[in-house]
């Protein structure tokens, strides 16, 4: 697929026209374009427009979170007393 045009619908998304590129089919679909949240904030942020922080991930952290494990690591309590 790729985008062949696109229109503003609101200050945080867009419409998208797609069309396959296989020449055989031909395929021309309607898609959107939306933005959900800040991983670097602007450093000339618009007041108009504010996204809540990325869910719980400091900037420019991309560890994956465990499938199996939603919760965020913590150490674990180690007895010391003997
Ligand atoms: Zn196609």
Redesign the pocket.
Known sequence: ?IVRNSEVQTATSRELRLA???D????VLNGQLVLISTRVPSACPNPAIVFAAARGRAPHDDTPTPANDPGPLTPAATDMSG
């Open positions: 697929m396959c590129t296989n055989d089919c031909r395929a």
